[in-house]
């Protein structure tokens, strides 16, 4: 069963520290993406993927970095992070090579920046 | 840019009214178009598509007609269920790596 899973779902940091988001998803997808959800913005694109070693800036990055280190695997980084990052990440998968295929969501998220 | 207009920030409903969200987008060419559902502590969840105009999708008694001349994918159902509950996301697809979200729309259904 397609499948994309996020880890871990819940995280809590102070302000300044460092953390990393884990993504795995086993759907043979080449499309990668980590979005960011917030009470009257919805979702907002932050870095996608399409495929190994890829990194694309999507549309609010700054503050964040990710890597993609297989097919499956795609990680976003916060490196110094700032109360203003707190919110629920989700991560998702697509097969780039079907037009517009609808993607494919993890369970989510939520860190806490304090 | 390409964008997906939301206007209802949120709707209250009881059960077995009739529900309409509303979902405008703005791109050019013939976007695929989208609608997600979203529930409490799940990631949203994809319920159906439409790619042409006239075309309408459907999923678990929700329906939306993609509509090119009004720009509109507004979804519908007949008679919601307290079950309904949750945030509906609208998003469009314009046949590269983007996905636009619109900004969801909470529903609330009361018994």
């Known amino acids: 069963e397609a499948a994309v899973t996020q880890s871990p779902r819940n995280k809590v940091t102070v302000t300044g520290g460092n953390v990393t988001l884990s993504c795995r998803q086993t759907?043979?997808?080449?499309?990668m993406y980590w979005y960011r959800q917030d009470t009257g913005h919805g979702l907002r694109l932050i870095h996608y993927?399409?495929?190994?070693?890829?990194?694309q800036i999507g549309d609010v990055p700054d503050g964040y970095k990710a890597t993609r280190t297989t097919q499956e695997d795609f990680f976003l980084l916060l490196e110094l992070a700032s109360p203003s990052q707190t919110s629920l990440y989700f991560c998702?998968?697509?097969?780039?090579?079907?037009?517009?295929?609808?993607?494919?969501f993890g369970e989510g998220t939520r860190l806490s920046v304090l | 840019g390409d964008s997906v207009t939301q206007t209802e920030g949120q709707v209250a409903l009881s059960e077995e009214d009739f529900l309409t969200i509303h979902c405008n987008y703005s791109a050019s060419g013939y976007p695929a178009l989208f609608w997600y559902v979203q529930y409490p502590g799940e990631g949203p969840q994809f319920l159906f598509r439409?790619?042409?105009?006239?075309e309408k999708g459907s999923s678990r008694g929700f329906e939306a007609t993609y509509d090119k001349g009004t720009t509109s994918f507004h979804l519908r159902k007949a008679s919601v269920q307290e079950s309904d509950s949750a945030v509906y996301y609208c998003?469009?697809?314009?046949?590269?790596?983007?996905?636009?979200f619109g900004s969801g729309t909470r529903l609330l259904v009361s018994p």
């Open positions: 993927s399409y495929g190994a070693g890829n990194l």
């Open positions: 998003a469009l697809g314009t046949g590269g790596y983007k996905v636009v």
């Open positions: 998702a998968s697509r097969d780039g090579s079907i037009n517009n295929q609808a993607p494919l």
């Open positions: 759907n043979s997808h080449n499309y």
């Open positions: 439409a790619s042409r105009d006239k």
